[in-house]
């Protein structure tokens, strides 16, 4: 899977998608993060990339031409254009299920916007798709496309050790996940619960499930209220 990411910010994409599970899976060939620096392609004498906003109000907007060549640019020799999600705080808010439906493109372009947003022409003519992280503000979307990247690229087939790895975890079955205990089985005499000892795997299971229900229940009632609905029958 290929993301292409136009960002003011290159290097920071860089330095932190080298690491790590996303950087080992670069290694691997099984993810590429392209970060496309949008100065570049700016036809101002000073690089300029952003101005006044017309009608007036604090702050910058990014202007058009830089963002739509260096789009224009990338996507030169393509015959299917790939999805643009613009990373913004008026975006369908990121999700587990989100992320499994993005993990199945074979290619992505994230939109960084800086300063105040960006012209409203570029969302018209180039992004298909607006994508949250969640409702705050931050002062870029270099941020914001991270979060995507590593939340979509661990669902992608080899990217994580083994693929049970996330079924079972948060979010992915519905419910939050159970306590999770390693070695030493008595850490300043908090012992490691006795089921997790007995080698009885039902049982384990059974158990794991009830912690996840109960935790869920306690700490996110409107996931829980979703799992209750779906699930009422076993309850
Ligand atoms: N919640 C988010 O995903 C998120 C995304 C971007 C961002 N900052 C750049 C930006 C972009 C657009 C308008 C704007 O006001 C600020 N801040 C938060």
């Known amino acids: 899977m290929k993301f292409d990411v136009l960002t003011l910010f290159p290097e920071l994409f860089n330095i932190v998608m080298r690491e790590s599970i996303i950087g080992r899976a670069q290694e691997n060939g099984i993810i590429k993060v392209n970060a496309i620096n949008i100065r570049d392609y700016s036809k101002d004498k000073h690089k300029k990339v952003d101005d006044y906003p017309f ?14 060549d260096a789009y224009n640019d990338i996507t030169k020799d393509m015959t299917v254009k790939p999805k643009v999600i613009y990373m913004s705080p008026q975006g369908r808010v990121l999700n587990q299920k989100i992320a499994k439906e993005l993990s199945t493109e074979e290619h992505l372009i994230l939109l960084c916007g800086h300063y105040e947003g960006i012209d409203e022409r570029i969302i018209e003519e180039i992004v298909d798709e607006e994508i949250s992280i969640g409702d705050y503000v931050l002062t870029g979307g270099e941020l914001p496309a991270m979060v995507l990247i590593d939340c979509v690229s661990r669902l992608v087939q080899g990217v994580l050790a083994s693929e049970n790895s996330y079924s079972e975890e948060s979010h992915f079955n519905g419910l939050l996940e159970y306590p999770q205990y390693t070695r030493p089985a008595d850490y300043n005499g908090k012992k490691v619960p006795d089921i997790l000892l007995s080698g009885h795997h039902a049982n384990i299971e059974k158990w794991r499930t009830q912690q996840s229900i109960e935790r869920t229940k306690q700490k996110r009632p409107d996931m829980y209220e979703v799992y209750e609905r779906t699930h009422k029958k076993n309850l």
Do not use: A
Not at 55 to 68: D, L, S
């Open 55 to 68: 009608g007036g109000g604090t702050g910058m907007v990014m202007t058009c031409q830089p963002v739509i």
